[in-house]
């Protein structure tokens, strides 16, 4: 074994040195480490753009681990992966999928849905989200750098392309940079939007590319409310009850995975709606398929449904552009336990009402058609 080690390091060695590179290759586990001034060209099958990954990570020396073909074996789906570290700068994790195997979950900034920090959409034409998870108890967006945050962009790719649609997530560390600073935000998209453009054109997939991001808001808390009557994102159109005054919102602009919480007064979540689009509502089906629970489990085979009294799901279909959409009403857990047939309770009536809104607005907005009726 050790001969056939130092074999496989002589022969690196000599190929590195033949195409006049100046670093290392180090193969273990599910990774292989380079180390040099000219890795970047190679990292995740040569899908990142130089100048871009440098011009947000930094000059100094660099280090990629690229995924190799077991990880990606082992996860059907995975085009390419990489890390990249550069010395006294930041790190990005890109991750590249094929998005159609939905039993892959999609690389989605949502991880449960009562995530108590909302991303914001990407805009600028790119169907995408950009956020990062709360580091205090409260939820607020820690004032410092060196914070993880993430962007998730999809493709929907031409009818011609083999590929339907295509994921890239990054997630990015900047040295130094905070989310409180408006000109920091747009460098964590950039290495997001220049490597979609690359995959786009390796995969075949031809995807209409949206344009340079600008600007991007900041994701939003979980209490960052406002009142119901004034919602104009993603709970917009919604009506008030006497249980129901308050609301917390983002923009839509294109967002792939919407979502609107409401409150009652004293702030306390009463539902969350959420509106899923092209890979995300493929994936929502098929977990509620898998861990559904009772009578109260959408499918893409029933158009809609209201909940019955035992389920905390509600939901309604809509036919779009990128395959069927998906939008739910659940009831807030805490809520749920405390509200069992209580005057307090609002009434199915009014969530049926509210699900119909907040979906035909969500389906106007991504020229869906009109959704089935709950």
Known sequence: MAVRRIILR??????????????????????????????????CDGLLDRDVVRGVLGAGEVEVEDED?????????LIAGCQVQVDGGGSAEIRI??????????????????????PVPVGYGWSGLFGADPEEPKGYLVSHGDKDVTVSLLLDCAESSKVKSLSVTV???????????????????RIATSTAAKASKKQGCEAKLGKPVRRLGLPVTEDEYQPLRTADGTCSGISTAKEVTLATETDRRG???????????????????????????????????????????PSPDVAAQQRVTDGPVSWTSATCPDGLALFTLEVAADEDKDRKNTASTPSL????????????HAAEAHGCSAPATP
């Not at 073909?69 to 789906?77: K, L, N, Q, T, V």
């Not at 989605?108 to 909302?118: C, D, I, T």
């Not at 409401?262 to 509502?281: I, M, N, V």
């Not at 009536?349 to 035909?360: H, N, S, T, V």
């Open 10 to 43: 002589a022969v690196i060695a000599l190929a590195v040195t033949a195409a006049g590179v100046l670093g290392y290759l180090d193969v273990h586990g599910d990774f292989q480490r380079w180390s040099d001034n000219s890795a970047l060209d190679g990292a």
């Open 349 to 360: 009536a009014y969530e049926r009402a509210a699900l119909r809104a907040f979906a035909e």
């Open 171 to 189: 997630e990015t560390s900047l040295r130094g940079a905070t989310l409180d600073d408006p000109a920091n935000r747009p460098e964590y998209a």
């Open 255 to 297: 967002a792939p995975y919407e979502i609107c919480r409401l409150s009652d007064a004293d702030t306390s979540a009463r539902y969350l709606l959420k509106g899923q689009f092209g890979p995300y509502a493929q994936e929502a089906y098929a977990d509620y398929q898998e861990f559904g629970y009772g009578k109260s489990r």
């Open 97 to 118: 999928r094929d998005a159609a195997y939905v039993e892959e979950h999609v690389d989605s900034l949502y991880k449960s849905s009562v995530s108590r920090v909302l």
């Open 69 to 77: 073909e077991s990880y990606a074996r082992a996860y059907r789906g």
